[in-house]
């Protein structure tokens, strides 16, 4: 057989198996379950009609309560239901309004257009509902002064509920396009960082599974080390990845649905942008761990000796967070050119159009480069480790110990 | 044919292998004996180079192992190892496709395998469902579902009951017969001395002896005697020469003597002594040949 045959048996069983096993359909229908109800549940809760009711005692009142209404539903969108319903009960006295806010028969009692009651225990509705009119009292009595004072109070007011300056911002031809170049690259970056730690986790605990299991020895007796490896990484990534796209897609559906978000209109230079580095930085973290693996026997350790990837996954992310403010600081320069950060760093800075063309291929030759280093290293230490079963063996010791 | 010469290997200041020679012929089946530790499971990596000697070479058919001839080897190693999770025959197809195997032929020939250990029902079930007796089975029936030109089985029969042991015996055997070379460790001396005609003894990294076990035990420089007569035996057989241990159980008496010791005359001379009810004169066991070595 082939070399790439038997990586491709290997990865086949990998998605073979795992497409079988319980573990990775449950999880995947909850991260699917989990994204769309991050995007339906809002726009359920937003679309609801706060309702309430308000005893009057005395006069002036009902304008309070218009006025509140009006002013709560002012942003509504024509023909949705509206966001703010306020029912209103009369009653003869304060004593007697106060007795029915008691029994929780209103929310709130306005006593004269001078006074609001509200239960001690108000609970965000009451306290929203004591806002709303309070907002509304003021409002009525900013118009009463306007209509007894004449030009000059609405002058005054005007004065104080306007900016006195314009404000002038100089905008580019493509800000627009810059702005959503940027969200995308930030997404990608978020994707990257939780591909790398999730799915850099199954392949570890993947390489481990077969030390710890003993059938490592029977697999290297006819495959080589680097098929093995190889084939490991092709299969968990593709089936990794897969997931992440079919959440992906189930959000972009929900998201189009209900509406929840405006979509941004996406270049395709910046999809192939974040693809590239995608890919560069799956493949780059996956060997890591997949040698990781290759050095503990059992699942308890498996989980410390990927401190140092996880290590560096979030330095890379912060790195690139960093890089908002500063596009072309010196942690920004020194994480494009480092391979296992520039991942996390060149997507946000070619979004920001802060490197030059030749800058951008430096990086990724640079970064292709340390994948055919790290996977020849990878590959070796996972071969010197392999079957060296019991307690963990160190990344230099395993280096040493392989041959040819 | 497989051929080993003058291994040497050290893991650090241990010496594991110190000049192991053995070789094993198409159709030949041998016991490789050797007490813990002796070299036995480094030897048998060598061949699949997972362990690289620091010297000396192995080689089938004359030529240094590539890759593709591992293709044609099956392998158990001492601590086995399958995937529990996974279906019994999906598993033995894997490993056949792993070997080159076409889908078809790697799915029928998993399934004969299967049938044969008596497993045909169980092809759907993961490993982890199965007896520690039937992961055994399918670890072997892994060893050999591509069909291989060499077998190198480490310690296939250990934790086997006896008629698992009689199954394994059986298709062991049959390999042999059909022209595979096959070389397996063992502890059990009885086993191996009814199953093979050749053995390798190693000892601290070397092997000691090797060959055809009935020429061996001719070889052997000591023969067994037993006697039982009415009345006293020791002085018959004290009087013997070369006499190196004596030993009594009832009326009985053992001893070991040199191969050189004349024993003409000696039943005559026992049934002037008594009534003779018990005589035996035989080369050494396996077990013998295998203390003597390992001394």
Redesign the interface.
């Known amino acids: 057989m082939t070399g790439l045959g038997a990586l491709w048996q290997i990865a086949l069983r990998e998605i073979r198996e795992r497409l079988r096993s319980r573990a990775y359909l449950i999880t995947t229908a909850l991260t699917i379950l989990i994204v769309l109800g991050l995007v339906v549940l809002p726009t359920v809760f937003a679309g609801g009609t706060e309702m309430s009711t308000v005893g009057l005692v005395g006069s002036g009142n009902q304008t309070i309560v218009d006025t509140a209404v009006a002013l709560g539903n002012a942003n509504d969108n024509p023909g949705d239901p509206p966001s703010v319903e306020i029912d209103t009960a009369t009653y003869d006295s304060r004593d007697a309004g106060v007795a029915a806010l008691e029994a929780g028969d209103i929310d709130a009692l306005l006593v004269d257009a001078t006074e609001v009651v509200v239960p001690s225990t108000g609970g965000f509705n009451g306290s929203s509902l004591a806002d709303r009119l309070q907002r509304a009292a003021s409002a009525v009595q900013i118009q009463t002064v306007v209509q007894e004072q004449g030009q000059q109070a609405a002058d005054i007011v005007k004065l104080l509920t306007t900016n006195a300056l314009e404000v002038t911002t100089l905008t580019q031809g493509s800000e627009e396009s810059g702005q959503t170049r940027t969200i995308i690259a930030y997404f990608g970056l978020i994707l990257l960082y939780m591909a790398v730690l999730l799915y850099g986790t199954w392949i570890l605990t993947g390489v481990t599974e077969e030390k710890s299991n003993r059938v490592v020895e029977v697999l290297v007796s006819s495959v080589r080390p680097w098929q093995i490896l190889g084939g490991k990484v092709l299969g968990i990534g593709t089936l990794g990845l897969t997931q992440l796209l079919v959440t992906l897609v189930a959000a972009v559906v929900a998201i189009r649905v209900t509406g929840a978000v405006d979509l941004p209109n996406i270049e395709v230079t910046s999809v192939l942008n974040l693809l590239l580095w995608f890919v560069i930085g799956f493949l780059m973290f996956a060997v890591l761990f997949g040698a990781a693996g290759s050095l503990v026997s059992r699942m308890e350790d498996a989980q410390t000796i990927a401190m140092p990837m996880t290590f560096t996954a979030v330095a890379g992310f912060f790195i690139s967070i960093t890089t908002l403010d500063n596009p072309s600081g010196p942690l920004a320069i020194f994480g494009t050119y480092f391979p296992l950060t520039a991942p996390f760093v060149v997507p946000v800075r070619a979004a920001l159009q802060a490197l030059s063309p030749l800058e951008y291929v430096l990086a990724v030759v640079i970064a292709l480069s340390a994948i055919a280093i790290l996977t020849r290293v990878a590959g070796r230490i996972y071969q010197g480790a392999l079957l060296r079963f019991g307690s963990r063996v160190g990344w230099r010791e395993a280096w040493r110990s392989s041959q040819r | 044919m497989l051929s080993i010469q003058d291994l040497h290997k050290s893991f650090g200041d241990v010496n594991a292998l110190s000049g192991a020679s053995l070789e094993v012929a198409r159709g030949q089946m041998i016991g490789f004996l050797g007490p813990n530790g002796a070299g036995k499971t480094t030897t048998m990596?060598t061949i699949?180079g997972?362990?690289?000697p620091d010297s000396g070479t192995v080689t089938w058919d004359g030529r240094e192992i590539a890759?593709d001839d591992?293709?044609r080897?099956g392998?158990?190693?001492e601590?086995?190892?399958?995937?529990?999770?996974?279906r019994a025959g999906?598993q033995l197809a894997?490993?056949g496709?792993?070997?080159?195997m076409s889908k078809h032929d790697a799915q029928s020939s998993a399934t004969t395998w299967l049938d044969r250990f008596g497993l045909g029902d169980r092809a759907g079930d993961p490993i982890e469902a199965l007896s520690h007796g039937n992961q055994q089975r399918v670890q072997l029936a892994?060893a050999l579902v591509h069909d291989p030109e060499l077998l190198v089985l480490d310690e296939p029969f250990s934790g086997l009951d006896p008629i698992a042991v009689e199954t394994m015996s059986g298709i062991l055997q049959d390999q042999a017969a059909t022209g595979k070379a096959v070389i397996f460790s063992s502890h059990q001396l009885d086993l191996v001395e009814d199953l093979c005609k050749d053995v390798a003894i190693i000892d601290a990294g070397e092997v000691v002896v090797r060959g055809n076990v009935e020429q061996l035990k001719d070889e052997s420089p000591i023969r067994h005697l037993e006697l039982e007569i009415d009345g006293d035996a020791a002085p018959l057989l004290q009087a013997l020469e070369g006499v190196q241990e004596l030993s009594t159980d009832d009326h009985r008496v053992s001893a070991i003597i040199s191969a050189e010791t004349d024993i003409r005359g000696f039943v005559a001379r026992a049934q002037e002594a008594g009534k003779l009810r018990h005589f035996s004169y035989t080369t050494p066991t396996l077990s013998d040949l295998f203390r003597e070595a390992v001394r």
């Open positions: 990596r699949f997972l362990v690289h890759h591992l293709l080897f392998y158990m190693p601590e086995r190892g399958l995937y529990p999770k996974m999906d894997y490993f496709r792993l070997h080159g892994a």
